[in-house]
Every structure is written in structure tokens, then in C-alpha cells.
């Protein structure tokens, strides 16, 4: 760039911008002010993605250089099931929309956003970005899954047949701000927060669904934030990226229960294990081997003051919370 001229603005637009990843970045980029960026937080109300038209009208009318695409159809566990062809066929519409939209109208960046649970079902661990298409996911979400899989089938092939710059990244689990509290559809720390809070609220015993052995990786939806923004920016590649806490991170789910309690100054001892309720996977160990290659220095949140950040939120704004 010459001296005097001025420097390029680029127009950056999420989609699924209201949710718990969508709001973290939000905060991050109030929080960080960056200088020739604007940003665009897309909602539902601003059309539906699943429509081409309504696609091209966003496209046309925000004209992005860059795009986050968090934007997807999401459950739990018995949606999944029972709606396999829902779940295959609105994220691959999608999908395919704001992929063949960021060509047509020449987005400079795309990064879409993956998960842990598109990955084989009979795996080795630690699992990484190369073993996404070694095998069939797991019965119970694979319309989820295989959509979710082809946007990094799709990255390579923009990126071979039209010099295309998308990538996608893949997170552990996230929690935070702003995230889904519901006790029946909700995740398990949004899911723990809210059932912790009735309890104290009810004087009541807080019971934690089986034996609290098995171990996960949790992010921080404000890491998570500020290393997706990261990706967008600075890592030009189209094989995914997984965007995780170090393996040594991993936490028995008992250990976030008491983490909780202590951040929602529950007595401990209140505290219930159901073992007569399943377990689940015991690990699901995720490397983060690429990250670290590229951000060796990266000072992740730990989990219990982002336990802490999280409870002080919810009950802030229990009302209007969603659960």
C-alpha cells in the first residue's frame, strides 16, 4: 500500500450470528475495535438460508468480503434421530447456498464451522483434522453428519476448481454466555448451570445424570471467538483446523459439576450422582497438535473461571436466557 492511500475496508458477515459462537465473537470484536473491518451479525430475521433467493438478497444487499458461517440446523440427541432427512437436507441447502453465493459474489474468505461429533464412530484417539472421512459417523446423527462433512469436501474442490479461499474449523465443546440452558436439549455445562441454579433456588439436592467418570475438552466460546476471527484472518488453508483446549485440558464431568457448584456457591455436598443413568463415551480426546503449530503461546481460559464467567451470566440474565 502507498503512503496516503487509504486501506481496504472489509465487510466481515456472520451467520448464526445470535447464537452462543455468534455472540462470543460479537463481544470480542466490541471488546477489540479492529480498525477497517465492518462487521454483520446475521439472525434469522434477516432471511432464510436455506432459501437460495433469500441468500443472494443477503449477499447482494451486505456485499461481505469475508464470511463466518456458524448458521446451521442443530439438536440434541432424539431430534437427530428422528429427523434424519431434516437434518441432511436443510444444512446441506445451507450450506451450498452461502458456499456458491461466497464464489458468485467473490468473497474473499470463507470459514465455516464443523464439530467433533461429524467424526467417525469407530475411531483411534487422539482424533485430528486428517481422520474426518475415515469411516461412517455415528447412526444417531449421521444426516448432521455427512452435511456437515461435505463443507470440508466442498472447501477442497472450491478451492482446486475456482482458487476459492474457504476453510473450516472444528471446535470441541463449547460453553459460555449466551449458550442453550435448557436442562433436557442443552449441553452438558449450560445443562448442569441451569439444573444447579433450581436447585439452590429449591433447596434442593443437585443430581448429576451417571457417574461423572467420562472425561471431555471444553472451549470457551470467548477463546473460541477470538481464534475463529484468527482463522478468518490469518490461516489460508482449505483442510480444517480444530480449535481445541490441549488434551492434557480433558475433565472428568464430574470435576465441571463441582466446578458449578463452587461457581454457584452450592454446598458440595448436596451434590448427587444417578448411576443408575448411562454414561455416554468415557473419552472423546480431540489433538490440537496444527493449532498449537501455528499459536504455540495461546493461554486458553481455564474451565473453572470460565464455569464462573458462565453461572455469573445465566444468573444475570436468567429471564431472558434461553432454556
Same mark, same amino acid.
Given at each position: 500500500m502507498t503512503e496516503g492511500e487509504t486501506p481496504k475496508q472489509s465487510v466481515v458477515m456472520v451467520t448464526g450470528g445470535s447464537g452462543l459462537v455468534g455472540s462470543a465473537i460479537k463481544s470480542y470484536i466490541e471488546d477489540t475495535k479492529p480498525e477497517n473491518e465492518t462487521w454483520i451479525f446475521l439472525s434469522s430475521k434477516d432471511g432464510d438460508l436455506r432459501v437460495r433467493k433469500d441468500t443472494e438478497a443477503i449477499f447482494e444487499s451486505k456485499k /461481505?468480503? $469475508?464470511v463466518i458461517h456458524l448458521a446451521a440446523k442443530v #439438536? #440434541? %440427541?432424539? +431430534?437427530?434421530m428422528a429427523q434424519k432427512? !431434516?437434518?441432511?437436507r436443510e444444512n446441506i441447502l445451507i450450506n451450498d447456498n452461502v458456499m456458491e453465493c461466497c464464489r458468485i459474489y467473490k468473497v474473499e474468505k470463507l470459514v465455516s464451522m464443523l464439530s467433533t461429533c461429524i467424526f467417525p464412530d469407530k475411531t483411534t484417539y487422539p482424533i485430528d483434522e486428517t481422520m %474426518? $472421512?475415515?469411516? /461412517?459417523p455415528h447412526s444417531s446423527n449421521e444426516g448432521y453428519a455427512y452435511a456437515k462433512r461435505l463443507i470440508d469436501t466442498m472447501n477442497r474442490a472450491y478451492a482446486e476448481e475456482y482458487d476459492c479461499n474457504f476453510t473450516s474449523i472444528i471446535p470441541t465443546n463449547i460453553y459460555g454466555p449466551a449458550d442453550n440452558f435448557s436442562i433436557q436439549n442443552g449441553h452438558v455445562i449450560p445443562g448442569l448451570i441451569h439444573k444447579c441454579y433450581i436447585a439452590k433456588k429449591e433447596d434442593k439436592e443437585f443430581t448429576i445424570w451417571g457417574s461423572g467418570t467420562p472425561l471431555r475438552q471444553f472451549i470457551y466460546s470467548r477463546d473460541l471467538a477470538e481464534l475463529t476471527v484468527w482463522v478468518m484472518r490469518e490461516y489460508h488453508d482449505p483442510t480444517p483446523i480444530t480449535l481445541?483446549?490441549? !488434551? !492434557?485440558? !480433558? &475433565?472428568?464431568? =464430574?470435576? &465441571? +459439576? %463441582?466446578?458449578?457448584? =463452587?461457581a454457584m456457591k452450592f454446598p458440595e455436598e448436596?451434590?448427587?450422582?444417578d448411576t443408575s443413568k448411562a454414561d455416554g463415551q468415557f473419552k472423546k480426546t480431540a489433538a490440537n497438535k496444527k493449532l498449537r503449530s501455528l499459536k504455540p503461546d495461546y493461554d486458553f481460559t481455564t474451565i473453572d473461571d470460565g464455569i464462573q464467567? +458462565? &453461572?455469573d451470566w445465566f444468573v444475570e440474565n436468567y429471564e431472558t436466557a434461553r432454556k
Open positions: /461481505p468480503t $469475508h #439438536g #440434541g %440427541l432424539f +431430534a437427530n432427512v !431434516e437434518f441432511f %474426518l $472421512h475415515d469411516g /461412517p481445541s483446549v490441549d !488434551e !492434557e485440558a !480433558e &475433565v472428568a464431568i =464430574k470435576d &465441571v +459439576a %463441582l466446578s458449578v457448584a =463452587k448436596k451434590i448427587v450422582f464467567k +458462565a &453461572v
